[in-house]
């Protein structure tokens, strides 16, 4: 079986993928060019899924769950095993440690050290002292909840922009100030399992 080459006219194999005389492509080469093309994307896509950062998958419910049973605590535990996976992302902001420390004792010791005990340990303080104490603590515990949860919330952001438009990562990924000043970490767990689904972490469980 023999081909004719389309520009010399010169006698080819039918598997010649291109004229060894004037150099043309036949159209079994383009088809032949057109499959490879397809698998190398194929495969670039397969390799892009591999290389994607591991972020820890927690269920929806689970995460509600975790949140109200240890009324909050468990902000502190998230951010504590997210810091270093959330700063690996490469992006631009990062979560500074010393802020994830500063949040993690100063809530245990709304637990630890109620106004009721501060009294009795700390010599010299009065009652209402300890409790004013206490309303500092417990004031800094909530600004350093929400600024962590907004830096959280940019780092994912940012993350999820080298998937799609900046502006529209921005509507998809924790979009609601609310929820996450009221639910952090909780709010965020369930953005990293969309974005688990939506193909921008491996799921790690
Ligand atoms: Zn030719």
């Given at each position: 079986m023999m081909n004719k080459c389309?520009?010399?006219?010169?006698?080819?194999?039918?598997?010649?993928?291109?004229?060894?005389y004037c150099g043309t492509v036949t159209p079994y080469g383009e088809e032949k060019?057109?499959?490879?093309?397809?698998?190398?994307?194929?495969?670039?896509?397969?390799?892009?899924?591999?290389?994607?950062?591991?972020?820890?998958?927690?269920?929806?419910?689970?995460?509600?769950?975790?949140?109200v049973v240890t009324m909050g605590l468990y902000s502190v535990y998230w951010y504590a095993m997210r810091l270093?996976?959330?700063?690996?992302?490469?992006?631009?902001?990062?979560?500074?440690?010393?802020?994830?420390?500063?949040?993690?004792?100063?809530?245990?010791g709304l637990f630890l050290l109620p106004p009721e005990i501060t009294e009795y340990i700390v010599s010299g303080i009065d009652e209402e002292s300890a409790y004013t104490v206490f309303d500092v603590v417990l004031s800094l515990v909530i600004l350093s909840s929400g600024w962590l949860a907004f830096i959280t919330r940019k780092i994912l952001q940012e993350h999820a922009a080298g998937f799609m438009e900046k502006s529209q990562a921005v509507n998809v990924i924790a979009p609601s100030a609310l929820m996450?000043?009221?639910?952090?970490?909780?709010?965020?767990?369930?953005?990293?399992?969309?974005?688990?689904?939506?193909?921008?972490?491996?799921?790690?469980?």
């Open positions: 389309t520009s010399c006219g010169a006698p080819l194999e039918i598997s010649c993928e291109k004229c060894p060019f057109r499959e490879r093309e397809s698998k190398l994307r194929d495969d670039e896509r397969k390799k892009a899924l591999e290389n994607l950062p591991a972020m820890k998958f927690v269920a929806n419910s689970f995460v509600a769950v975790l949140y270093k996976p959330l700063n690996s992302l490469g992006t631009k902001s990062k979560l500074p440690a010393w802020l994830v420390a500063v949040f993690a004792v100063m809530y245990a996450l000043i009221l639910f952090g970490a909780g709010y965020l767990q369930i953005q990293v399992n969309k974005m688990i689904k939506m193909n921008m972490f491996s799921p790690k469980i």
